[in-house]
């Protein structure tokens, strides 16, 4: 097994059991993750355990983080004027320098994935963003020119564990909850606020792009901001 899904099984067992697994945490255990059929049990296991709704969530718990020492600016504006979308422009900026600055992509790439609303600060709507990952970052030039519609899905996604598997092995969609994740643990940093997030369009569901719904409420988020 990888060190990546050494990594990763550990972070699962983690959550697993904060959500009250037993059983399934058993099979995790004795289990190789890089076998995509293995992780789909995994997942149907854990859904007759616990329920749609907590596995969804012990995988969004389980995502990858935006790197927290970059929100520190845009969380401490928030937290003065108390304004989403003053946060958010920031958090666009950023996105946009990174593209520029640090994928060094042309002119070209970066407006289509403006157009698109592409990218970790998404398109707001009063308390509602809709978040569209970006390509992988390193296959975003490939992207764009592959014509192939199942190669281009591959290119797309961001998880090591499935992305050389889709269209190959039926992989449980939940899978996209821990994409869903990386969102939601960004706007939950940044306004100590809950955030629900729903899955509206994902690669594994056989879209061509994986898309999330953001709702931040009004009510704070008691211990769970640092």
């Known amino acids: 097994m990888s060190d990546f899904e050494k990594i990763w099984q550990e972070i699962l067992i983690e959550?697993?059991?904060?959500m009250g697994s037993t059983k399934t945490i058993k099979m995790l255990e004795n289990g190789n993750l890089e076998q995509p059929k293995f992780s789909t049990i995994i997942l149907k296991k854990?859904?007759?355990?616990?329920?749609?709704?907590?596995?969804?969530?012990?995988?969004?718990?389980?995502s990858c983080?935006?790197?927290?020492?970059?929100?520190?600016?845009?969380?401490?504006?928030?937290?003065?004027?108390?304004?989403l979308k003053k946060a958010h422009q920031m958090l666009?900026?950023?996105?946009?320098?990174?593209?520029?600055?640090?994928?060094?992509?042309?002119?070209?790439?970066?407006?289509?994935?403006?157009?698109?609303?592409?990218g970790a600060a998404g398109k707001?709507?009063?308390?509602?963003?809709?978040?569209?990952?970006?390509?992988?970052?390193?296959?975003?030039?490939?992207?764009?020119?592959?014509?192939?519609?199942?190669?281009?899905?591959?290119?797309?996604c961001h998880c090591?564990?499935?992305?050389?598997?889709i269209g190959i092995h039926d992989i449980d969609d939940l899978h996209c909850y821990c994409g869903a994740g990386f969102y939601k643990k960004i706007w939950e940093y940044i306004t100590g606020r809950n955030v629900t997030v729903i899955v509206l369009h994902s690669i594994i569901k056989?879209?061509?792009?994986?898309?999330?719904?953001?709702?931040?409420s009004e009510s704070q988020i008691v211990n769970s901001v640092q």
């Open 15 to 18: 959550n697993f059991q904060k």
């Open 65 to 83: 983080e935006y790197p927290q020492d970059d929100l520190e600016d845009i969380k401490a504006e928030f937290q003065r004027s108390r304004d």
């Open 160 to 165: 090591p564990h499935i992305r050389d598997h």
């Open 46 to 62: 854990l859904k007759l355990e616990l329920g749609e709704e907590k596995t969804a969530e012990a995988m969004m718990n389980s």
């Open 206 to 216: 056989g879209d061509d792009f994986c898309q999330f719904k953001l709702e931040i």
């Open 124 to 156: 707001l709507t009063g308390n509602t963003i809709i978040a569209t990952k970006i390509p992988k970052s390193n296959h975003i030039k490939d992207y764009f020119n592959e014509p192939d519609p199942e190669k281009r899905r591959q290119l797309y």
């Open 92 to 118: 666009q900026k950023r996105f946009e320098y990174y593209l520029e600055k640090v994928l060094h992509l042309d002119q070209e790439y970066i407006i289509e994935i403006q157009k698109k609303y592409w």
